[in-house]
C-alpha cells in the first residue's frame, strides 16, 4: 500500500479574505488548549482504526496554520510520527501569511519539525493585497519569502492572477521578483466569484470586475513561461516546481491514494476493510470540538466510494498531472479498466485535436489539454 498523507485543518484565521470560501473562521480568542488537544484526540481515534500504515506526509493547512502555537505542532507531528512509521522521506508542510505575527514564529515551526513551509503571499502589488483583504503588505511579503528561505529546506508560495484591472507586463515582473526570492514552488490560483463571499455580492453590483477570458489565459501562459526561467516545471494544472520539489502531499490526492483528513471540514479517502470510504469531519469548530471531546471524533459522514465514483474521482484528478494517468494504477485502485471509463469517442476526437495522449499505458492531458480541462472532463468521463 502506498504511504499515508495527512491532512491537519487549524480553521481559524485573522481576518476572512473576501474571495475566500474556504472552512475557515475569525474569532476575537481562540482556545488554543481546548483545540490542540481535540486534534490529538481525533488523531488517535483515527490511527487506532488505521493501524500502523507508512506515514508519507503532513499537510498543516487551514484557515491559518502559522496561528497555531507551535508547541501543538510540535506535538501533533510526534504524535503522527509515533502512530504511523514515517518514510525516511517525510515530507511535513505547514500554510503561513507572511503578517510580522507569523513571521515571528517561522523558527519555531522549523523546531517543531516542520521541513517545508507555504507562504500565502498572493500578490507583490500593493494595492491588489489591499484589494483582496490581505493582512499583510508588499514589504511584509518579500521579507516573509527570504525570512522563510533561510529557515526551511523546502519553500512554496501562492500567488493569485486575473486579479481586476491586471497587465501582462505587470504579471511578468511581479513573477520575475517573487520567482527571484524563491524558487522552488509554485502554486497559482485564478481570482473567482465564489458563491457566499464578499467578492460575490461587489460582482454582482459591477464593483469588480474580472479580466476578459483571453487575458485571463495570456497571463496562464506568462506564468509557465517566468517559472521555466527559474527552472519550475508545471507538473500540475496550477502547480510549478523545481525537479524533486514537487508537493509530495498534493501528489497523494492527484495520485488518488490514501491520505486522512483531522480537524473540522476535513476530508478523507480511506481504504477500510477492502473498501474505499469518503470521510468527512463536522465544518464548525466548537461542535467538532465538543464531538471529539464526547465521541473521539467529529466524523460527519463515512460513504463507500463506489467503483464508478473512484473511477471518476481519479480521472478528475489524475488528469491534472502533466504524468497523467498509470493504467495498472487505475485499475487497481478502480477495479475497472481505464479505457472502460471514458467515452472512446471523446478520446479519439481529443487525441486528433492534440489534448489528450494515450500511449497504452499512459492517458495524459496535453498543455492545451489541460487548459481546457473542465470541458475535456465533462465530454470525456462516462
Not at 476530508?267 to 465538543?290: K, N, Q, S, V
Amino acid at each position: 500500500m502506498t504511504p499515508l498523507a495527512l491532512y491537519i485543518h487549524w480553521p481559524f484565521c485573522l481576518a476572512k479574505c473576501p474571495y475566500c470560501d474556504f472552512n475557515s473562521h475569525v474569532r476575537d480568542r481562540i482556545d488554543q488548549p481546548r483545540f490542540a488537544a481535540a486534534l490529538r484526540q481525533e488523531l488517535a481515534w483515527e490511527a487506532a482504526r488505521l493501524g500502523p500504515r507508512r506515514l508519507g506526509s503532513i499537510f498543516f493547512g487551514g484557515g491559518t496554520p502559522s496561528l497555531m502555537d507551535p508547541a501543538t505542532t510540535a506535538a501533533l507531528i510526534a504524535d503522527a510520527t509515533r502512530f504511523f512509521p514515517p518514510t525516511p522521506d517525510l515530507e511535513i508542510t505547514l500554510e503561513a501569511n507572511p503578517t510580522s505575527v507569523e513571521q515571528a514564529r517561522l523558527r519555531d515551526f522549523r523546531a517543531a519539525g516542520v521541513n517545508r513551509i507555504s507562504m500565502g503571499i498572493q500578490s507583490l502589488n500593493e494595492t491588489d493585497l489591499h484589494r483582496l483583504g490581505r493582512q499583510h503588505s508588499a514589504p511584509q511579503a518579500i521579507a516573509a519569502l527570504e525570512h522563510a528561505r533561510a529557515t526551511f529546506p523546502r519553500i512554496s508560495f501562492d500567488l493569485i492572477y486575473a486579479r481586476p484591472g491586471q497587465t501582462l507586463p505587470a504579471w511578468r515582473a511581479e513573477l520575475q521578483q517573487a520567482l527571484g526570492l524563491a524558487a522552488d514552488h509554485l502554486s497559482l490560483y485564478q481570482l473567482t466569484i465564489e458563491p457566499g463571499t464578499a467578492y460575490e455580492a461587489l460582482h454582482r453590483r459591477g464593483e469588480i470586475v474580472l479580466p476578459e477570458d483571453d487575458l485571463a489565459a495570456a497571463l496562464y501562459d506568462a506564468t509557465g513561461e517566468e517559472a521555466a526561467k527559474f527552472g519550475l516545471l508545471p507538473y500540475e494544472v496550477s502547480n510549478y516546481a523545481r525537479p524533486s520539489a514537487e508537493s509530495r502531499h498534493n501528489l497523494a490526492y492527484w495520485r488518488y491514494t490514501d491520505y486522512a483528513g483531522i480537524g473540522p471540514g476535513a476530508h478523507g479517502r480511506l481504504t477500510l476493510d477492502g473498501g474505499l470510504f469518503a470521510t468527512r469531519r463536522h465544518r464548525a469548530p466548537e461542535p467538532w470540538a465538543e464531538r471529539v471531546e464526547r465521541d473521539g471524533h467529529g466524523t460527519t459522514h463515512q460513504d463507500p466510494v463506489s467503483q464508478q465514483d473512484r473511477a471518476r474521482e481519479m480521472l478528475l484528478m489524475g488528469l491534472r498531472l502533466t504524468e497523467g494517468i498509470d493504467a495498472a494504477a487505475f485499475a487497481a485502485r478502480t477495479g475497472i479498466a481505464l479505457l472502460d471509463a471514458i467515452d472512446p469517442q471523446i478520446l479519439a476526437q481529443a487525441q486528433e485535436e492534440s489534448y489528450l495522449t494515450w500511449t497504452g499505458q499512459t492517458l495524459a492531458a496535453t498543455a492545451e489539454g489541460r487548459k481546457r480541462l473542465d470541458s475535456l472532463l465533462a465530454a470525456l468521463v462516462n
